[in-house]
């Protein structure tokens, strides 16, 4: 397995040119095979809906215990009933039965399917979001999921957007990050709903998951798995310093409005990521505003 930072590593002039605020980049994955069995408990379904944005496409999740007949499906993924089709039919071949539908948060490539899911599966479908909710539960931070004998524990994650979560399936030493870690590139902080400061807190977070619970395996919502989840929050964090300084830089520079930024700081960027780095640059120059080190 590569290591995380290998195809991303900053270059000498401190700037990313395999990165992208959006998705990723052109180059090999860094973890492993997408689809099929992941861990013990998670086995992936790839949705087909890939793009710049999205990867390879969403990444939904059947988490189980092995010897439980109920399966949790994590993001059912947009509105393609073939693929909702297959994900119910990879859990019944496994011998299981969907009893509840996840969500991490309310973007389309992840949610837009969810309300058909719910039909096909007679599950209720519980997300931070209360627009996104069926049925009457929710999900708060500190919940703990024991559908089937498993244990999730839902992680408060915003930063990606507002209602951001992630999944501990700490059996399987494995957090399902969604959008907030991909398994490659970098994610977009998805102004104005989402925010630097909680996104950077969010890192934490789950850096203190990988530090202080064990946590080695992300299980994102695009993109391969990775084996060294350590080492990736903690490139997510020294990207988002880098970038950071990188626009306090460029507006110390003259380049003021948002547009001029994402021009100067994601120059090395495909063009076509130019509107989601907008969102991040965005993101940041709040961010910039709000501590005082730009105005
Ligand atoms: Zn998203």
Redesign the pocket.
Same mark, same amino acid.
């Given at each position: 397995m590569s290591d995380p930072r290998a195809s991303a590593a900053p270059q000498p002039d401190g700037s990313h040119p395999r990165m992208t605020e959006a998705a990723a980049l052109p180059g090999r994955p860094r973890g492993g095979v997408i689809g099929g069995p992941a861990t013990d408990r998670a086995v992936n379904v790839l949705a087909p809906n890939p793009s710049a944005m999205t990867l390879d496409g969403t990444n939904t999740w059947i988490v189980a215990e092995p010897d439980s007949g109920l399966a949790v499906v994590i993001d059912p993924g947009p509105l393609d009933e073939t693929h909702l089709a297959r994900v119910v039919e990879t859990a019944a071949q496994a011998g299981k039965r969907v009893a509840l539908t996840l969500l =991490?948060? @309310? *973007?389309p &490539? *992840?949610a837009e399917g969810a309300a058909r899911f719910a039909e096909l599966t007679g599950t209720k479908v519980r997300a931070l979001d209360p627009a996104l909710r069926l049925g009457d539960e929710g999900l708060a931070p500190g919940d703990v999921i024991t559908t089937g004998g498993l244990e999730l524990r839902v992680v408060p994650t915003p930063g *990606? =957007?507002a209602d951001?979560l992630c999944f501990h399936l700490p059996a399987d030493r494995a957090v399902l990050t @969604? &959008?907030t870690v991909l398994g490659r590139g970098t =994610?977009?902080v998805?102004h104005p709903d989402g925010r630097l400061g909680d996104y950077l807190d969010s890192l934490r977070r789950l850096r203190s998951l990988t530090v202080d619970d064990g946590v080695r395996t992300v299980l994102p919502?695009h993109g391969p798995v990775l084996d060294d989840a350590q080492g990736a929050v903690e490139f997510y964090l020294a990207h988002r310093a880098s970038r950071l300084a990188q626009v306090e830089t460029a507006v110390e520079d003259g380049y003021t409005t948002p547009s001029e930024v994402v021009a100067h700081v994601y120059a090395d960027v495909d063009r076509s990521l130019w509107p989601a780095a907008e969102l991040s640059v965005r993101a940041q120059l709040d961010y910039l505003e709000e501590h005082g080190l730009i105005w």
């Open positions: =991490t948060h @309310g *973007h &490539d *992840h *990606h =957007t951001s @969604g &959008d =994610t977009v998805a919502g």
